[in-house]
């Protein structure tokens, strides 16, 4: 019995670690804007691509997604 014991808390603690490991990602990260001059992906575009290929039932895999240049 005092193995079975030590085995179940074992499982425990080590399921109690693994749940607080996880749970650090769910912190906000600082949104970082584009500089002026940069290449960005072109959202709206894509959206739009995407929106019209989803009521034809088609998919679209970008190979090179169109970029626009921030200002």
């Not at 074992?10 to 109690?16: H, N, Q, R």
């Not at 990260?29 to 575009?45: E, H």
Request: glycine content about 6%; charged content about 15%.
């Amino acid at each position: 019995m005092n193995a079975a014991l030590r085995v179940v808390t074992a499982t425990v603690l080590l399921a109690g670690l693994a749940a607080c490991a996880s749970s650090s990602g769910i912190a906000r990260r600082p949104v970082v804007q584009p500089q002026p001059g940069t290449l960005v992906a072109d959202a709206v575009y894509v959206s739009r691509v995407e929106r019209l290929a989803g009521r034809r039932y088609m998919q679209v895999h970008w190979v090179n997604p169109p970029q626009r240049r921030v200002d």
